[in-house]
């Protein structure tokens, strides 16, 4: 995999890092995985894209991996010696948006698949129907294939444009990118179960207005401070949450967990990702060991899956409140994940994967890594 990395988060740090990917000539597109804390204008981003000699995809996240560090500002460049078919879909958010449709607009279009394919999924991770998204993937384009990305966007929690096509940013939107690659995959979280299952029973798109009859905010409160002594409310809310994730039950598989982001002055919580009305839900925690240990569960199972992958291709998605979570030993997770190679990718707004004969989910605090036979 050609790497390059501009840790000065500027248009011209990213211009000159195309440029040293487009010396090669067997890189065709590239990769784009840009901080937040660039602080980029819009119209300076789609500037760049507009004068870069190589079509870009990707997006702008609330942090970038590069040689197994943590980079608040910086973007990182992935060279690919092909360019990717793909395809956007805007008003991400909107209940009337049909995704099925908009996604067969596109992928009808695209030449026959290649054998070996993966799809990168980057969304805006602070859109309300994701999860209605991938369902509608995995309707459309089945899981034959791996799916990886993840959630773009600020830890403001404030929407902006932050999905890079060849054409511009993007906001409220999806980007879908077949990549030419055959992928190995491993994911997972280790979070814990730490309360009762609860019946998740109003709400609307990632809002989660009532848990067993009772106002969200309040019964999580309670159940909160109940298992570890912590006051939560509306301004500490974000600090304390990060420990106490929300785990949707699925049959004979791991818990799906959901991200809270805030309580609003409606009582509801609101999560990155959908929480549908009717799933039964229990409240998750985790400790520095069990995230370490999920860190290598994730490497295992995907360099068990393909052995003779090489390492040197691998991309990670990892959540950005495991982040939050892990602190200062945040390097011990990208060691586990790498095992010694270096780790490259995006800390994310939720996370987004498959490995080919299992579920396609949006998931959040997850750690996705994926190996690329490039």
């Given at each position: 995999m050609h790497v390059e990395f501009d840790p000065t988060g500027t248009v011209t740090g990213l211009g000159e890092a195309i440029n040293r990917l487009h010396t090669d000539p067997?890189?065709?597109?590239?990769?784009?995985?840009?901080?937040?804390?660039?602080?980029?204008?819009?119209?300076?981003?789609?500037?760049?894209?507009?004068?870069?000699p190589l079509p870009l995809l990707g997006g702008i996240f609330p942090a970038v991996a590069h040689a197994s560090k943590n980079h608040e500002q910086g973007t990182l460049v992935v060279g690919l010696d092909h360019l990717p078919d793909y395809g956007v879909i805007d008003t991400l958010s909107a209940p009337d948006t049909a995704f099925e449709p908009a996604i067969s607009a596109f992928a009808d279009?695209?030449?026959?698949?290649?054998?070996?394919?993966?799809?990168?999924?980057?969304?805006?991770?602070?859109?309300?129907?994701?999860?209605d998204l991938i369902e509608a993937l995995f309707f459309s384009l089945g899981l034959e294939h791996n799916f990886i990305g993840g959630g773009a966007g600020s830890l403001s929690l404030q929407q902006?444009?932050?999905?890079?096509?060849?054409?511009?940013?993007?906001?409220?939107?999806?980007?879908?990118?077949?990549?030419?690659?055959?992928?190995?995959?491993g994911v997972?979280?280790?979070?814990?179960?730490?309360?009762?299952?609860?019946?998740?029973?109003?709400?609307?798109?990632?809002?989660?207005?009532?848990?067993?009859?009772?106002p969200a905010a309040e019964l999580y409160a309670r159940e909160v401070f109940a298992h570890g002594g912590a006051r939560i409310d509306a301004d500490n809310f974000f600090s304390i949450a990060k420990s106490y994730p929300l785990g949707i039950a699925r049959y004979g598989a791991e818990v799906v967990v959901r991200d809270p982001l805030m309580m609003n002055d409606a009582g509801e919580i609101v999560c990155v990702g959908e929480v549908p009305a009717g799933c039964r839900i229990r409240l998750l925690n985790g400790d520095m060991d069990?995230?370490?240990?999920?860190?290598?569960?994730?490497?295992?199972?995907?360099?068990?899956?393909?052995?003779?992958?090489?390492?040197?291709?691998?991309?990670?998605?990892?959540?950005?409140?495991?982040?939050?979570?892990?602190?200062?030993?945040?390097?011990?997770?990208?060691?586990?994940?790498?095992?010694?190679?270096?780790?490259?990718?995006?800390?994310?707004?939720?996370?987004?994967?498959?490995?080919?004969?299992?579920?396609?989910?949006?998931?959040?605090?997850?750690?996705?890594?994926?190996?690329?036979?490039?």
């Open positions: 067997t890189v065709r597109a590239a990769l784009v995985f840009a901080a937040d804390g660039n602080d980029l204008p819009a119209g300076a981003m789609n500037d760049a894209i507009s004068a870069s279009t695209w030449p026959d698949e290649p054998r070996d394919a993966t799809y990168l999924v980057v969304v805006d991770g602070l859109a309300a129907r994701t999860s902006s444009p932050c999905i890079i096509t060849p054409e511009g940013l993007h906001a409220d939107s999806a980007l879908v990118a077949r990549l030419a690659l055959p992928s190995a995959i997972s979280h280790g979070w814990q179960p730490i309360s009762e299952t609860m019946t998740v029973t109003e709400s609307e798109g990632n809002r989660v207005r009532t848990i067993d009859w009772q069990t995230l370490l240990t999920a860190a290598g569960d994730a490497r295992s199972e995907a360099t068990t899956a393909h052995p003779q992958h090489s390492i040197d291709t691998a991309l990670l998605f990892d959540c950005i409140s495991r982040v939050l979570f892990l602190d200062a030993d945040l390097d011990r997770e990208l060691d586990a994940v790498g095992g010694g190679a270096p780790v490259h990718g995006a800390f994310t707004l939720g996370e987004i994967a498959n490995s080919g004969r299992d579920y396609l989910d949006f998931l959040n605090k997850s750690i996705v890594y994926a190996i690329l036979d490039q």
